[in-house]
């Protein structure tokens, strides 16, 4: 199928890009396209003005800092993941996005436009509500912050207004006192997760004070539970992941049944409180600099059949939405 017809706007400034979203209500902003040009080839989404901001300037540039990370619209899945300074900050980050798609469609793809698209599949907005981040956007009337438990208002849909770009998310940094895990499980490699877990965990010496697990695809958003750990032994585990159950409504699709999705969740609770745990434990020591080793991509190159190329139509997709 082919999009149905829209006009396309690529923006001088961003001004300019605020005022053509203003001025058509049915307008969309276009990012890495690889979520939005599937919607549009299949006719599920229908916007009459395209708003390319791919041209826009210093929207590329990821500032990391002892507070945090903060990704701008047009930074790409891809270069976050492969900095080294982005992990060190917050580790969760790489942890996730190396479970994102494919090497080609991070490439594209741009860690704000998985944010706004609100997918509760994704891993992003799952990342952002357990760190508890924030989103800035702006449009004509001045800009806001969004906090993560204010931008998930149900499946695929955020607060962000038709009106509004979301400029940069920021992600805090880990604590000195804090460790991070993230797992799924997916059928295959760079799919959607049937269901996925990241768990942040703080420790005083080598006892627990607090500890969150965050999920995706399990229910309409991302949900962030309090797990009220305070042991790290094999029945506390399970009570904590019985207790996140009681606060999760798993819903069943053609991917997995509601029950199936409750048993990954329960396991996959258990697994990264472990090992959120053991990572605070090895921080305290200094024992866990990198996550991914310094590694750049996961996969060691391999899931990236285009070589590392960073754009396979060598930039011509954009002018041609
Ligand atoms: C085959 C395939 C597999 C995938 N698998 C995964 C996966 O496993 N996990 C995962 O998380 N994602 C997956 N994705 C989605 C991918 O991560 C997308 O890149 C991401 O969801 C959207 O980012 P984008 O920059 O491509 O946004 P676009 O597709 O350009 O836009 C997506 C939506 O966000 C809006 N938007 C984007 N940026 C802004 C902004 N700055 N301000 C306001 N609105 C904005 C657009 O208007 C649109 O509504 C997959 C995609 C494909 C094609």
Redesign the pocket.
Known sequence: MKPAPFAFVRPQGLQHALEALAADEGA????????????LNMRL?A?TTLVD?NGLPA?DEVLVSDEGVEVP??A??ADVLASTAVRRVQPLLGLALA????AT??N???????L????A?????MVLALLGGHLR?ASTAGTREIPADELFAGPLE?T?RHD????SAFFPALGADEGVAFAEL?RRH????MCGAGALVRVEGDRVTRAWVAYLSVCDVPTVVDVELDDVGAEALAAAAERALGRLDPVGDVHASADYRAHLARVLTVRVLREAYDDARARAVGGRADPLGGRADPLGGRADPLGGRADPLGGRAESRP
């Open positions: 969309k902003v276009l990012a890495g396209g690889q979520s939005l040009v599937p919607l989404a916007p901001i929207l619209a047009l790409r899945q479970h994102v798609a494919h469609i991070r594209r793809g741009t860690v704000v436009g998985s706004v698209h609100a997918d599949a994704a891993e992003l907005p956007v955020s962000v509004e770009i979301a400029v997916a760079g799919d959607y997760a």
